[in-house]
């Protein structure tokens, strides 16, 4: 008999084990002792062989499905179908964390050219999918409307399959607007951050706009539904207690979704709470734990009736921990090679691996663009991202249990440190999901009704008493 | 020949010139006589002790004029059709609906006949007994089929006990268009082993489904739910979605009370319209890691809404019934009824039906 590799970790209910493919199990030190020396029983023997961390020879049934499943939480599909495209990074609003350093609505020289839009489009043509995701970002892109409407219907004619999402503010709502929303595969996404008076205070600073913001965007939701019409919110540090809050808010909007997100040290929020922010830890503890607070909340209004909520980290989490292949989510998966699947156009023409790579070369921080609409990829540029981009081999993640579920984030390193060969044990993005996964699997080890309902709900869209996994305790004694 | 597939449609030739060699041919031309039902055939019209409905234009026909015998292979109004190749099988499955016997059909020249009148992109059954018994001559017979109608794709029951890894050099080039319906009981080798009466037979099972994962084979992987297994549902599910992702889909299936189901259907039947519990958790299971799941030989009404859209209409129509409150209920179209045997077993059947 062979072990597979493992790792473990102790959590309040005991030892926790898994491997690179993605398997658990729990029990406790005794067992853990025998199998760091190899001296196993016949019967746990086959209780690993059964749970997916052992097999008797290579190339038999149990090596090869081990090797199946690695497989599948590896892969990451090979196919560029998911564009962020920013076409301006104008803006009539100036929110106090704007993560994108915006510029004024009337500067000029921060738009798309026509030049830039033909060869956009040309290089749309030239992608081999047949479907696309286009996310328009800004800026506000909006004050573009006539790029909107001239680059959909150039991809609904290109695409056999397309979606769009405008990322909007809503300071505004053009008619021109409400005539693109008309196609259904156009989607509407916009910033909520909770209360009335703390979306004035990050976003709009005063309660006048706040309220010209909540009527636009309550007629989109009458018009089109919470189907094609989500909204997020950004939790600045001072405001994390307040998270049951914004989660009430979401609940009375009838939403049935939230991504609860802290405000990243990127744009002006680096200059908002610079102390706040640079102490990683202490601020990455404070957000676990605003955040465990909250779920807590979330999971207590699903049972008690009224719309369900899911949460979008739980839920990506979950399909990490659960689902063959959630190897689409660039934030939470490993590898995570730069412009596979996955690609930002910037305002002058630049490609980016992701939005947060492009806030860094806002500020003047570090040049991470990997080419241009009119010189192509740099594929020296990509390449040397991709090494930095895998935990695999990364020597603070492998060890840890939760490798085969998290991601890697050097772009929030270097936001946060300036480099990215800081040990990754004391980062904010390593303190988080520790954190956070130490959350689901407590949760999922808990075997509380409550729980399993949240839990189902969260990762196959329907919340249900019925047991989604199987027992995976083994008791040695 | 007795004993053959359907044998409810096979019919008694009154009028023939005998001691020739056995044809196959698809039914054009039928009247109805005093004397039975006259059909033409490739030697002649022929008088079969059959009733005017029972065969209609179309129907692909066996003639076996030693025997005196005409029997109906496949039928005209159908998208897939099953050969039984032998009733012999190394496995004593403890509900088999149709207990092995020595019989073998090893036709292969006129079942070649007969898949080259079927419609095109037919779906040809193959199921015994254990096909793989016959594995000799039904692996040229496969490839031979597929060089000449590669439109045809075949849903072969079998044990997956006869595999070798040699087997590759037939599999690979099929694995398109064959699709391997393999029963799993448990997921553990005792309860297994228990359940299909033979000794090894989950090893022996798991060694043949690496087979076909590595040749990149189509599997649907059929569970029966029952007594037998009930209490074991949820580790077989544990088993099915960690070792077994690679197949197309998992088939979780009702009893069908014929054979040694039929004999000891207290003993094995589980009333899953009351008791659908560890139904759900298996489905519930498989739906967490992606795997597809269907319901064979549920009525649609004793499955809870959630998990309805997984119930196939998988009782064969000739062997198809409803109850007479089935009457009132809008969904039997898409319903599979009950099997016809079901009838005797009905007082101690599903207790909960409810026409939608």
Partial sequence: MKLFPFQFRTLSSGVLFSNPAGDFFQSDERLLGRMAVG???PTEWAFLQRQGFACEDPGDFYYNSFRQRLHEKKAIPNRLNYIIAVPTLRCDLSCRYCQVSRVGEKVQGYDWSEETLARFLSFLDHLESSTLKLEFQGGEPILRMDLLERIIAHCQERFDAAEFVICTALNTLPNRLLRLMAQDNVYLSTSLDGPSELHSRNRTRSPEATRRFENHLRRLLDSFGPERIHFLPTVMPNDFHRLPEIIDAYRAWGCDGIYLRSASFHGFARKQLPTEMADQSALADRWVAAYSVAMEHLFRCNTEGGPMIREFNLSQMLRRIFKRSANHHVDLRSPNPAARDALLVNWDGRFYPSDEARMLAAIGHSDLSIGSLACGYDQ???????????????????????????????????????????????????RVQMGLFDFVFNKLLGNNPVDLFNLSGHLNGHFSHTPFYGRFYYDPA | MAGFTMIRHSFQIREHDAAREPVVFALKEMTFTAGGLRIGSPYGDVVLAAMAGELDRGDILALFPEENRVVRWFFSDSLSHTLLLTEACDQRCLMCSQPPRPHRYPFWKLYAQALNLLPEGSQVGLSGGEPLLLKKELVPWLLEMHRCRPDLTFHLLSNAQHLKLGDRDWIEPLREV???GIPLYAGDAER?????????????LLSGLNLLARCGSRV???????????????????????????????ALMQLEPMGYAGEAWEGLFVDTSEHFAPVATALAMAQAVDVATLLYNFPRCTVPEPWRDRVCASVSDWKRRYLPQCGLCREQSVCGGFFESYWDRSHQGFQRIQPL
């Fill in chain 1, 39 to 41: 001296d196993l029983q």
């Fill in chain 1, 380 to 430: 020296e540029k990509i390449a040397q991202l991709n090494w930095n981009q895998m935990n695999e081999v990364h020597e603070s993640c492998i060890h840890c249990v939760y490798q085969a579920y998290c991601g890697i984030d050097m772009i929030d390193d270097l936001a946060r440190c300036d480099r990215i060969d800081v040990p990754k044990e004391g980062s904010w993005f390593c």
């Fill in chain 2, 178 to 180: 064959l699709l391997w």
């Fill in chain 2, 192 to 204: 297994h082993d228990q359940i299909v009466f033979k000794k090894g037979a989950f090893e022996t």
């Fill in chain 2, 220 to 250: 649907e992987l059929r569970s029966i739910v029952m007594q037998p297994t009930w209490t074991g549902l949820s580790a077989l599910a544990d088993f099915v979605t960690r070792h077994l992702r690679f197949i197309d889909y998992w």
